[in-house]
């Protein structure tokens, strides 16, 4: 099993920046892909951003040119580098990371760190 553990989260004003991490603990096995999700108050979970093991992204079209998404393999720790936030990025983020193990993938969830954004 794999826990993981957001951090860096908080209170921003418009035109700031964040940096989220996400720490991965107690696997086994290699996490295969790793991604970011959102949900704001009354908003379905939306995806931000992914990366798999070898370094490949994708951006939503509404985060795209402000943030970026990395990872340290050795380490299973998922960044989230944050420009430009606007308040409309105003929403709990969920790390999510995936693994493969012969015929099931196992799917992980973090518990979400907020990020607000102020006007």
């Known amino acids: 099993q794999v826990q993981l553990v957001e951090s860096g989260g908080g209170l921003v004003q418009a035109g700031g920046s964040l940096r989220l991490s996400c720490a991965a603990a107690?696997?086994?096995?290699?996490?295969?892909?790793m991604a970011w999700y959102r949900q704001a108050p009354g908003k379905q979970r939306e995806l931000v951003a992914t990366?798999?093991?070898?370094?490949?992204?994708n951006y939503a079209g509404s985060v795209k040119g402000r943030f970026t998404i990395s990872r340290d393999n050795a380490k299973n720790t998922l960044y989230l580098q944050m420009n430009s936030l606007k308040p409309e990025d105003t929403a709990v983020y969920y790390c999510?990371?995936?693994?493969?193990?012969?015929?099931?993938?196992?799917?992980?969830w973090g518990q979400g760190t907020q990020v607000t954004v102020s006007s």
């Open positions: 990366i798999t093991s070898a370094g490949w992204t």
């Open positions: 999510n990371a995936r693994s493969f193990l012969g015929t099931t993938w196992y799917d992980y």
């Open positions: 107690g696997t086994r096995f290699s996490i295969n892909d």
